[in-house]
């Protein structure tokens, strides 16, 4: 699964420099994909729109862009713009009756996995790339499976990492990141407000 996701990052190398991949899984059946949009926009309807080519128009936004996919029992957000972590008061609210797993990096830094459920952060790992500089909070049998397959990489394989984070999502979730979804032309996307807001 690791491998995967190493070469999506090397056919799209642009999701190496930023990116926020968000996984909800709805424990009840009422909660649909606008709720979440809903939620993750901060109590907001966001703004949806068509772009011709989104991985390029997306670029000339101010605000985040999402790609959303549905997957089985799973609502997945791949925000290609910015990379910077939704915050926890949105993601706690994301959070309330589903689980959501969410891994991010921007050109800054700032590597953070996380699980949320029940309106709480549960386990958050943050600087996973950085052997040195790992910190974990939380419940620490929630990752501990993304634990084991960062210690099964080199400690300078950075884009395993990276691919580690999506592979660990995928097997707790069953939702994964295709490159297909990403050769898209005259595709819906959302909007979203400025996320800090």
């Not at 952060?121 to 943050?126: F, L, N, T, Y």
């Not at 939702?175 to 909007?191: F, H, K, R």
Request: proline share 5%.
């Amino acid at each position: 699964m690791i491998d995967h996701y190493r070469s999506l990052f090397t056919r799209y190398g642009w999701l190496e420099d930023s990116l926020c991949w968000t996984v909800v899984q709805p424990l009840v059946e009422e909660i649909t994909v606008d709720d979440l949009l809903w939620r993750l926009n901060g109590g907001r309807d966001p703004e949806q729109r068509t772009m011709a080519y989104p991985t390029e128009e997306a670029l000339y936004e101010d605000r985040p862009v999402l790609f959303v996919f549905k997957g089985e029992g799973t609502c997945a957000f791949l925000e290609y713009t910015y990379g910077y972590a939704t915050p926890d008061h949105i993601l706690t609210e994301l959070s309330k009756e589903s689980r959501v797993w969410m891994t991010t990096w921007h050109f800054n830094g700032g590597y953070p996995i996380l699980c949320a459920a029940d309106g709480k952060i549960r386990a958050r790992m943050r600087d996973f790339i950085f052997a040195d500089f790992t910190l974990e909070e939380g419940d620490p049998t929630i990752l501990a499976d993304f634990r084991t397959m960062l210690h099964s990489l080199d400690r300078e394989d950075y884009s395993g990492k990276r691919s580690a984070a999506f592979a660990f999502i995928e097997a707790t979730t069953s939702m994964s990141l295709e490159g297909e979804w990403l050769d898209v032309e005259d595709a819906p996307v959302i909007i979203l407000d400025n996320p800090n807001a």
